[in-house]
């Protein structure tokens, strides 16, 4: 573009900037000087452009340079210090030279935005900085600043804001609350009023959950007051009353039928050991069955004699804590019989096994042992775990003072226990002696699962007389401190 020609101003599409160029550039691709986009150069206007000094002088340089003064027009038009306002004609792309008004361009205290050219970041910026060099926030490049177009330039926010507001926030100030012009009369006259009424008594305020509270507290106290007291014979008045619950049969009978299913699997494991091959491969798949089912046997059985005791406990004849079909409780239940057992029979197969000498005095010893534990041991293991709920600790204070409290009661159990667990060990004994009758060995497997329940039933009433001793010397005591202070 020569010095003499007339030079034309195109509006970009994308930021808006004013870009000149030369008559020959109309119709073809220009580059902005502000964002670099290309678009097809429509004229808005002809301004005449009188050629700088510098273009005189230096009419030689070189193509770089007239590139420069091309992509950067402002440059070449400085405008003088210390000019604040000027005015300038504000042309539209369908406007007609010479035909729009006059509007006030800002030359010094103004604001203007700068797009990156490379993520499109949209960046405010101010007149002081012009000629510096600015980093854009997203993509950290760094841009120079040039002066922007007139049209481009926007009065800066009067609005104070301080260093570390990063957003440049400005906080409202806080309402003043304008008080009512009848307000304090009104409160006056309602103190006033309240002055002169008499005093009413203060009642308590009813709601949704003080009534539901109160009503579980009358529901608690009468079912303290209807729970049934404890039998003058508690080991023989109504102990075999559940057994008339067809439930509770339905129960047993269940369980009976998986005690006979095991004890088959045990048996036909042991048996075809020593035989051929698919005699050897029936008994390791026998093994398999007898381990699976017989930890899904003993769970369920264990949480149904925890049931029988802890119903029988609280003085319920009909027994309802049966266990659920979630049987991954079951293994929790089984656990404060398990470690019961574990306690009570243990320690003697272990002394067993340190003392014997021969295969027939080690058998003695952990037949005579486990008996011993399960009668005297067992008892007073398996309340104590219950009534501390962990299955880990086998000490228990309130069942250590009904040792004392209720001898009578643990004398009379513990001489039922050792019947109901002798007839339990005979009834063991005639399977092992006679494996091979069905008929049999199905009744031996009801009878020991009515054992089992009787046990668990006695048990129970044991616990029942062992809280009613405790509670009645509570209450004992309680009188006995309330006299001494009055």
């Excluded at 970041?121 to 980093?135: M, N, P």
């Amino acid at each position: 573009m020569s010095g003499s020609s007339n030079s034309l101003r195109a509006s970009c599409p994308a930021c808006g900037a004013s870009v000149a160029m030369a008559s020959t550039q109309v119709g073809t691709a220009v580059t902005c000087s502000d964002c670099l986009e290309e678009f097809i150069a429509s004229p808005a206007a002809k301004v005449p452009r009188e050629p700088s000094a510098a273009e005189q002088t230096h009419g030689d340089r070189s193509d770089n340079d007239a590139l420069q003064r091309l992509l950067n027009p402002n440059l070449e038009s400085e405008q003088p210090e210390g000019e604040t306002l000027r005015l300038d004609v504000d042309l539209g792309a369908d406007d007609e030279p010479g035909s729009s008004p006059k509007r006030q361009v800002l030359t010094k205290e103004y604001a203007f935005s700068f797009q990156c050219p490379i993520c499109r970041t949209r960046i405010d910026l101010t007149d002081k900085e012009v000629g510096t060099r600015v980093k854009c926030p997203d993509c950290y490049s760094e841009h120079a600043v040039r002066e922007p177009a007139p049209n481009q330039r926007r009065a800066k926010n009067k609005l104070k804001h301080s260093d570390d507001d990063e957003f440049r926030l400005v906080h409202a100030p806080a309402a003043v609350k304008t008080p009512e012009p009848f307000q304090s009369i009104a409160d006056d006259l309602l103190k006033k009023a309240e002055a002169e009424l008499p005093p009413r008594p203060i009642r308590p305020v009813s709601s949704e959950g003080s009534d539901a509270l109160q009503r579980a507290e009358e529901e608690v106290v009468e079912d303290e007051a209807t729970e049934p007291p404890l039998p003058a014979s508690p080991f023989k008045d109504g102990l075999f009353k559940f057994l008339l619950d067809p439930n509770t049969i339905g129960r047993l009978v269940f369980l009976a039928g998986g005690l006979f299913i095991l004890l088959g699997a045990i048996q036909i494991a042991i048996t075809t050991t020593d035989e051929g091959a698919i005699q050897q491969f029936m008994s390791v798949l026998m093994r398999m069955f007898a381990v699976t089912f017989g930890v899904a046997f003993l769970a369920a059985s264990c949480t149904s004699m925890q049931g029988i005791l802890q119903d029988t406990s609280n003085g319920i004849d009909e027994i309802i804590s049966w266990p659920d079909l979630n049987f991954l409780d079951w293994f929790g239940e089984m656990l404060f019989i398990l470690s019961g057992l574990f306690i009570s029979v243990v320690p003697f197969v272990i002394l067993a096994k340190l003392v014997s000498t021969s295969a027939a005095a080690s058998w003695a010893i952990t037949l005579g042992g486990s008996s011993v534990g399960l009668i005297f041991a067992f008892p007073m293991i398996l309340l104590s775990v219950l009534e501390t709920g962990s299955p880990i600790n086998p000490i228990s204070r309130p069942i250590q003072r009904s040792l004392r409290l209720a001898r009578a009661a643990w004398l009379k159990f513990t001489f039922l226990a050792v019947f109901v667990v002798g007839t339990a060990g005979g009834l063991a004994l005639l399977r092992i002696r006679w494996p091979d009758y069905v008929a049999m060995n199905l009744g031996i497997a009801t009878g020991l699962m009515l054992l089992s329940a009787i046990y668990f039933r006695l048990l129970g009433r044991l616990a029942w007389c062992c809280r009613v001793a405790i509670a009645d010397e509570d209450t004992r005591l309680e009188e006995l401190l309330a006299d001494q202070e009055a």
